[in-house]
């Protein structure tokens, strides 16, 4: 399994010879001037929620390749109703897609679509696939909730937002991998404007006197699990 940062909270992940998009807001983020949309070829394109940091580039990339898009029932109606393809899930739920199984998980949040059009509730998701489990929390406050995952699952990873103001800062990340029970954090959701821009230096610092790993990855740059 292999995962690469595209800025923000957008990822590709690359499992059983599929692409999975994750959250791709690429093309208006300065930030990630060194990815060209064009060279990506997703098969699916998953959606935590409707905001447009987070759905901005999913029409364009969708269409370059048919990819199906998954993530809620509004959101996946929302694009399916345009004439994509589109796999609907909802909260506790989960499908064996042909790179594995993806479980549809709850988020503190907010979720709406630019144009005002409601996008159902807003969530994350658990993909199990090449033996490896990665726990994508999408915009989140801390919350209980996930001390449900490791009743179920063992993570590899977590991908969780650390930027504050619109999500959990450093601090409750921390908890949160407590929850999750997994030290091996890839941040996201941090720095791309004024709101969230954060020390880097000291979260990872923060992290390692927790005995946590946080990995906080060039726009561009793959790890391999």
Same mark, same amino acid.
């Given at each position: 399994m292999?995962?690469?940062?595209l800025?923000?909270?957008?990822?590709?992940?690359? /499992?059983?010879?599929?692409t999975? /998009?994750? %959250? #791709?807001?690429?093309?208006?983020?300065?930030?990630?001037? !060194?990815?060209?949309? !064009?060279?990506?070829?997703?098969?699916?394109?998953?959606?935590?929620?409707?905001?447009?940091?987070?759905?901005?580039d999913?029409?364009?990339?969708? @269409?370059?390749?048919n990819?199906?898009?998954?993530?809620?029932w509004?959101i996946?109606?929302y694009?399916? !109703?345009?004439?994509?393809?589109?796999?609907?899930?909802n909260?506790?739920g989960?499908?064996n =897609? %042909?790179?594995?199984?993806?479980?549809?998980?709850?988020?503190? +949040?907010?979720?709406? =679509?630019p144009?005002?059009?409601?996008?159902?509730? #807003?969530?994350?998701?658990?993909?199990?696939?090449? +033996?490896?489990?990665i726990?994508?929390?999408?915009d989140?406050?801390?919350t209980f909730?996930?001390?449900?995952? #490791?009743? @179920?699952?063992?993570?590899?990873i977590?991908?969780? #937002?650390?930027?504050? !103001?619109?999500?959990?800062d450093?601090?409750?990340?921390?908890i949160?991998?407590?929850f999750?029970q997994?030290?091996?954090v890839?941040?996201v +959701?941090?720095?791309?404007?004024?709101y969230?821009?954060?020390?880097?230096?000291?979260?990872?610092? @923060?992290?390692?006197?927790?005995?946590? %790993?946080?990995m906080?990855?060039a726009?561009?740059?793959?790890i391999?699990?």
């Amino acid at each position: 399994m292999k995962i690469t940062f595209l800025g923000h909270a957008s990822l590709q992940l690359e /499992i059983k010879g599929k692409t999975i /998009i994750v %959250d #791709p807001f690429i093309s208006a983020n300065p930030k990630a001037s !060194n990815i060209d949309l !064009n060279t990506i070829q997703p098969d699916y394109i998953l959606i935590t929620h409707a905001h447009q940091d987070h759905i901005l580039d999913v029409e364009v990339l969708a @269409k370059q390749k048919n990819a199906t898009i998954v993530s809620n029932w509004e959101i996946a109606t929302y694009y399916g !109703n345009k004439g994509f393809t589109s796999h609907p899930m909802n909260h506790g739920g989960s499908w064996n =897609f %042909d790179f594995g199984k993806v479980t549809y998980t709850n988020a503190v +949040h907010s979720s709406s =679509f630019p144009d005002g059009t409601y996008g159902g509730n #807003p969530g994350g998701f658990i993909i199990q696939g090449e +033996h490896k489990t990665i726990y994508i929390s999408g915009d989140t406050a801390l919350t209980f909730d996930m001390q449900l995952i #490791p009743k @179920k699952v063992q993570l590899d990873i977590a991908i969780l #937002p650390i930027g504050d !103001n619109f999500t959990m800062d450093v601090d409750d990340a921390i908890i949160a991998s407590d929850f999750v029970q997994c030290d091996k954090v890839l941040g996201v +959701h941090y720095d791309t404007f004024g709101y969230i821009e954060i020390d880097k230096e000291a979260a990872i610092k @923060k992290f390692f006197d927790a005995g946590k %790993d946080l990995m906080l990855l060039a726009i561009g740059e793959s790890i391999e699990l």
